[in-house]
């Protein structure tokens, strides 16, 4: 049958896969080779201000061949080299999907070619929208985020470097600066980016102080977006550093080889961007700078991907990693802080805040919220490990080493606490180290274990946010925010302890001391109803004193009653669907006040 009819279906299959086994390792090389040199032609066109040499798409003054033009030639060479980049990787994929063994290797395969159709419809969009910044910053962060996605996989496939996986993979502290330098290297590419379109590049003089005032809002404003770009510079310097010398420490000289060009690239981009400085911003110097920063950005992922092999013997591969470092912080947790974060700062202003200043502080109270939580998960490895509900968790499950946590950890309160300094305020920053300080240490590594009081006083780590919020946009304290503080104080017992109660044999058998424990299921439902009794009249407080309006009141008092009848309902039946049912709920509390908190703001400053 199939000699009359063609090969068959599996015979189909089993060609594609002998193809794809030989060809996916050159398609990934090629693609990478031509997509980095499409990426540097970008970057030049940027520098040179050729973005609209050829101002319509796909055509080019309306023509197949751009006319005697420089910046419309290199515009074309930009456009004609991710055309070709554009072939090798739809082969790529193709080829990829047969090469793939297994699933990470097949998302890891097919990744590029995602990338790449987001990418191409945003190089599009930017020229149709005449370079709209955030549209062209976008269209940046996804080339980049392509180009690192193409590294690991020729990495992946390249047969000369697979071996000293094994070697990398017993450095722990290798792999995690590697990480960190290409998130790093990434951050220090967008930044790059917008200021040059934002014409920031001189903003911060003289140089490298950066203290002459600004003569109005506006060149402060670029004096921050200089200030960050170089942060990212500084920071990749540093972890350029660290992971040359954990090279040299290592056993193979292969991974001596392989990291020594990445440290000869930092150098240059480095020295290139000081030159820019200094001599005003040549064309050929920023262009070395920008070579150097794609070099590096580069070969950071190619290392990430020797490191982490998706076809690997026995450890954890890249994805698996990844996704255990992003556990360790706790998402769940941070976006219920960055709700409270945000509703501070909205309700400080009115409902009206900069986009820019809601960026940075979002980002930096992440950070921090992750940092603390990847110290706590340190803090309490062995403590997960005894409890079934904890005990795949990355830590314990062997996913993240120890030494990876702390470090990650640390990196992650150190890099949120420089950006409050830097973008936001000082006070900001003090709150923001305190919140972190007082979870990692007094909650997390004095009371926990201790006392079954531990998540009343622990708590009021996490009813820092709302102030942080506040304080970053008047940089003063107000007694507005101080009730927003004592709303997650109080709000805090009666969201935990039900999840306690629903989980009191796995912290008994871990010898926790949480008040389910300590005192049962009846006191510690009374707990909760005492505690949304206090909750539901500091919540109405504000109003009552004519601190908020009648909108927040009204919602204050109807979610309220809602969490007071669901902790009586706790109080008469504590059985674990009902906690359960008040845990949830108490999560959408929290969101809903915040949320009517900022409408009665607006509508009392419009």
């Not at 590697?178 to 990434?186: D, E, I, P, R």
């Not at 904890?390 to 640390?410: K, Q, S």
């Not at 407080?541 to 204050?556: D, E, F, K, T, W």
Request: glycine share 10%; with cysteine; proline share 6%.
């Amino acid at each position: 049958m199939g000699s009359i009819l063609g090969p068959t279906p599996s015979a189909l299959r089993a060609r594609l896969q002998g193809w794809s086994q030989g060809a996916f390792p050159l398609l990934a090389g090629s693609a990478l080779v031509s997509f980095l040199l499409a990426t540097l032609m970008g970057g030049i066109v940027r520098v040179t201000g050729s973005g609209l040499g050829c101002p319509d798409w796909p055509l080019c003054h309306g023509r197949i061949i751009p006319p005697p033009d420089i910046h419309a030639w290199l515009e074309y060479l930009h456009r004609l080299a991710v055309a070709v980049s554009t072939v090798f990787l739809v082969l790529m994929s193709i080829a990829g999907w047969g090469w793939a063994r297994s699933r990470g290797q097949r998302v890891l395969a097919l990744l590029p070619g995602g990338l790449l159709v987001v990418q191409v419809a945003l190089g599009a969009f930017t020229v149709l929208t005449e370079l709209h910044g955030l549209v062209a910053l976008a269209h940046t962060g996804v080339a980049m985020a392509l180009l690192g996605s193409l590294a690991v996989v020729t990495a992946q496939t390249t047969l000369g470097v697979r071996g000293l996986g094994d070697a990398l993979r017993r450095d722990g502290d290798y792999r995690l600066a590697l990480l960190a330098l290409g998130v790093t290297a990434f951050l220090l590419i967008l930044t790059g980016a917008y200021v040059t379109r934002s014409g920031a590049a001189l903003a911060c003089v003289p140089f490298p102080l950066c203290n002459r005032p600004p003569a109005t809002l506006e060149v402060a404003r670029l004096q921050e977006v200089d200030r960050l770009h170089w942060a990212s510079a500084v920071l990749v310097g540093v972890l350029v550093a660290w992971v040359s010398v954990r090279a040299f420490r290592a056993s193979a000289r292969g991974v001596v080889a392989l990291t020594l060009p990445l440290t000869l690239l930092a150098v240059v981009q480095i020295a290139f961007g000081i030159a820019n400085k200094v001599w005003l911003l040549p064309t050929w110097s920023r262009v070395a700078h920008l070579i150097g920063a794609a070099g590096v950005f580069t070969w950071a992922f190619f290392l990430v991907g020797v490191a982490w092999q998706v076809a690997a013997r026995p450890g954890p591969t890249l994805l698996q990693e990844a996704r255990g470092l992003l556990l360790l912080t706790k998402p769940g947790v941070i976006v219920l802080l960055l709700v409270t974060t945000l509703g501070g700062m909205l309700a400080a202003g009115g409902g009206r805040v900069a986009w820019e200043r809601v960026v940075v502080t979002l980002i930096a109270g992440a950070l921090c919220a992750g940092g603390a939580g990847a110290l706590n998960s340190y803090l309490d490895r062995s403590l997960d490990a005894q409890m079934a509900r904890t005990r795949r968790r990355p830590l314990p499950a062997g996913v993240v080493g120890p030494e990876e946590a702390l470090w990650f950890g640390i990196s992650l309160g150190a890099v949120s606490l420089a950006m409050f300094v830097l973008w936001v305020n000082a006070l900001s920053a003090l709150l923001a180290g305190i919140a972190f300080l007082f979870y990692v240490v007094v909650y997390s590594f004095i009371l926990k274990r201790r006392t079954p009081q531990n998540i009343v006083l622990g708590g009021a780590a996490g009813a820092f946010p709302p102030l942080i919020g506040w304080t970053a946009v008047t940089g003063r304290m107000e007694p507005s925010a101080l009730f927003l503080f004592l709303i997650v104080f109080f709000w805090t017992p009666p969201h935990f302890w039900p999840l306690a109660l629903v989980a009191r044999e796995d912290y008994r058998s871990a010898q926790v001391p949480m008040l389910p424990v300590v005192a049962g299921e009846r006191a510690s439902a009374f707990q909760v109803l005492l505690y949304t009794l206090i909750l539901l009249g500091v919540s109405i407080l504000p109003a009552a004193l004519r601190l908020l309006g009648p909108v927040y009141l009204a919602s204050a008092v109807v979610l309220g009653l809602v969490f007071l009848g669901m902790a009586l309902a706790l109080y008469r039946r504590p059985t674990p669907q009902t906690a359960l049912r008040l845990y949830r709920y108490s999560n959408l509390y929290l969101a809903l006040l915040f949320l009517f908190l900022v409408v009665d703001r607006s509508l009392a400053g419009a």
